[in-house]
């Protein structure tokens, strides 16, 4: 499998405006993205830029970035334009979306989600994390997995995705840990496929996916990482890697 690396980032976050140019200890977030990625190892890293000013600041710090158009609908749509941008050529067959807010992520988190992908047969990899926190089974902002895990509870097919508690009955419930990686077919489909009925419902994009028959292998890992979402989380990051 050769993968690409691609980070979709836009300046127009509603709770929290500019924020790939929010400064984290003398750099901008997206910036630190990036270095995470790079330290990954697992292929070329690739700012999908929705806007000059975080292409500009990506390629100050020696990246590589590519301006999409800013009126695309959603991340995964700015990563395929990019990926096109990128590689007409079709080098690679493998995609990771990694999301441009998590300036704390552990370069494994990146390789985890691939190496989830490769050989399972699967159009698209994730990852979630137990959830620990009790309030969070009924916060609908923290995205819940229904997975039919392996016997050893590492991996498993996704049977559904909830921002509601799920599934019922005892046993641990899952965080949904929003990085994914795709075939590149996988991903032209899905992009080329309208939102579904449940996707508009529950406003999540990956029951697109499941609604229209593409298998989602889940990978088990640790902790979820910091996503930096609002000002408290913004303050949160910078305290973390101070």
Not at 120 to 141: E, F, K, M, R
Not at 173 to 180: K, W
């Amino acid at each position: 499998m050769d993968a690409v690396v691609l980070i979709p980032a836009r300046m127009a976050s509603s709770r929290l405006p500019g924020k790939p140019l929010a400064e984290i200890c003398g750099e901008s977030m997206i910036v630190r993205v990036w270095k995470q990625a790079v330290k990954a190892g697992i292929g070329p890293v690739v700012v999908a830029a929705a806007d000059d000013v975080i292409a500009a600041a990506v390629e100050r710090a020696g990246g590589t970035a590519v301006l999409t158009d800013p009126d695309l609908p959603s991340g995964s749509d700015r990563v395929h334009e990019a990926l096109n941008i990128f590689d007409p050529e079709r080098r690679y067959d493998a995609v990771i979306n990694l999301q441009g807010d998590l300036p704390a992520l552990d370069p494994q988190t990146i390789r985890d989600v691939a190496s989830t992908l490769q050989g399972s047969g699967a159009d698209i990899a994730t990852l979630a994390a137990v959830i620990t926190d009790p309030t969070d089974y009924d916060n609908p902002h923290v995205v819940k997995p229904v997975v039919a895990w392996n016997a050893e509870g590492t991996r498993g097919r996704a049977l559904y995705f909830t921002r509601s508690r799920a599934p019922h009955g005892e046993g641990p419930c899952f965080h949904h840990v929003g990085i994914y990686a795709f075939t590149r077919t996988a991903l032209a489909h899905f992009v080329g496929l309208p939102p579904s009925p449940l996707e508009r419902r529950e406003k999540l994009e990956q029951l697109r996916a499941l609604e229209a028959g593409m298998r989602i292998d889940v990978a088990r890992i640790d902790a979820v990482p910091l996503s930096v979402d609002t000002p408290e989380d913004l303050a949160r990051a910078r305290k973390l890697i101070s």
